[in-house]
């Protein structure tokens, strides 16, 4: 495909592989425009603009078979959710490590990155470690960024990174995104996403319980009031960790991400941390204002390096929160996660705030509130 490829020819590539053209309810279309027209703008190689018109169309048809599935199969309506937990916080402040531990605990059901990319048809109990997708996704690991991100192709993966551009709201945070489309994305509303995203939830515990969710991905920390809406029993982890340490790294990252992706040359590293400074500052301003809304008794707080340090008394007390025991098995699964993901056990990251534009008083300034709140 190429730059001038249209919102109709993807729509209607999308109906041609799905052999369906019911896409359920409306409020996907101005992000595919938006996004075609973002795409057009950012300096991608030839390669990564097929590979990003070619994710359209695929979550179009996921959106598509997901329609057909609750057509085809009505009772999953009826399914019940046991609850929602969502780890939530700025990235790179561990919520990855969190939700990795928290995943050990078999009373929940988590997303699996094979799951949410295809979830047509939903998993079956028992039978997955033949699914086609499982034996692929072992098969194709090939990861070469350990020293930035844990990743287990059998462990849970973000929600929103997967499942929003099924209503054509993703964040595209891989690419360096013109300015009017991330102001679009912030400013989106999320209510038709969520209630997608109910509807998958549904659908992928209908042959493979349990019903209590773990989620986590830290651009929810936008959207807590929608969330809240959606789910009203949902409770939240929240991690945290000097402001100062994160936004370079998640500076550090990004760049890595667009220079892959983009033309040799067109990635400006000093450009890239100012922009995530001002993402993130906006993203924890809105987090903070939503607590106050939803309810501070949802929250249970944690700092990167309790959980570094004192990996189970921070469980205990995270626990203790949900309303949940920490049994030795758990605890025990605790002890060898950490041991096989120690800080530094895959490489150490390496980076520095004024390579990406930034100082560390710079990032204090905007998190100020956060800072002082949270003695950061």
Known sequence: ?????????????????????DFG???????LARSLAGFARVPMTQEALATQHGKLVHDLVMRLKIEQWYQDHPETADEQLDGQVFVVGLPRTGTTAMVGMMALDERFRFLRAWEGASPIPPPVAGEEDTDPRVVAARGAVDYTMAHMHIRDVDGPEEDLAILAGFDMKSYHGVLPMPDDYVAWWLHADFTSFYALHERLLKLLQSRRKPGLWLLKSPPHLFRLKEIAARYPKARFVMTHRDPRKVIASVASLHSALHEERCLPGTIDRKAVGPRHLAIWAEGMRRALAARAEIGEHRFV??????????PIETFERIYDHLGMDLNPA????????????????????????EEYGLTDASIRAEFKDY????AL
């Open 301 to 310: 707080d944690v700092r990167n390096d309790e959980v570094v340090q004192r």
């Open 25 to 31: 309810a409306d409020g996907w279309q101005e992000g």
């Open 330 to 353: 758990l605890r025990a699964r605790l002890d060898d996660y950490n041991s096989r993901n120690a800080p530094g056990n895959f490489g150490a990251h390496r980076y520095t705030a």
């Open 1 to 21: 495909m190429k730059h001038g490829v249209s919102s109709e020819q993807i729509v209607a590539r999308a109906i041609e592989v799905a052999g369906s053209d």
């Open 371 to 374: 800072v002082e709140r949270f």
